[in-house]
């Protein structure tokens, strides 16, 4: 059983930054991908970012490359979404989510996930 908590969420101007960060529950959580994921009011959720058990490789969704950063710490068994140059459409539920798939782009192939946390992009 893998419990998740995500952190870190709130209010900031546009080009601001943020950082998310998501503890998990879990033995072995080098065994896991990690994953981030948004959904906005009205919209489906969508990959943001991914991250393999070994932090070695990473995977962006286009619209946040260059902008968003990955990353996990294995000891602290937490992963974190680190968010500059924040924009307006950035504005979402932010959640981590956990897997022993490959197939990292799909919110579908993750077995756990965390509450989510808010992120708003005031303009």
């Known amino acids: 059983q893998v419990q998740l908590g995500e952190s870190g969420g709130g209010l900031v101007q546009a080009g601001g930054s943020l950082r998310l960060s998501c503890a998990a529950s879990v033995r072995a959580f080098s065994n896991y991908a990690m994953g981030w994921f948004r959904q906005a009011p009205g919209k489906e959720r969508e990959f943001v970012a991914a991250?393999?058990?070994?932090?070695?490789?990473?995977y962006y969704a286009d619209s946040v490359k260059g902008r968003f950063t990955i990353s996990r710490d294995n000891a602290k068994n937490t992963v974190y979404l680190q968010m500059n140059s924040l924009k307006p459409e950035d504005t979402a539920v932010y959640y981590c989510?956990?897997?022993?798939?490959?197939?990292?782009?799909?919110?579908?192939?993750?077995?756990?996930w965390g509450q989510g946390t808010q992120v708003t992009v005031s303009s």
């Open positions: 991250i393999r058990g070994s932090g070695l490789r990473k």
């Open positions: 989510a956990a897997t022993s798939g490959t197939d990292y782009y799909i919110d579908s192939r993750y077995g756990y």
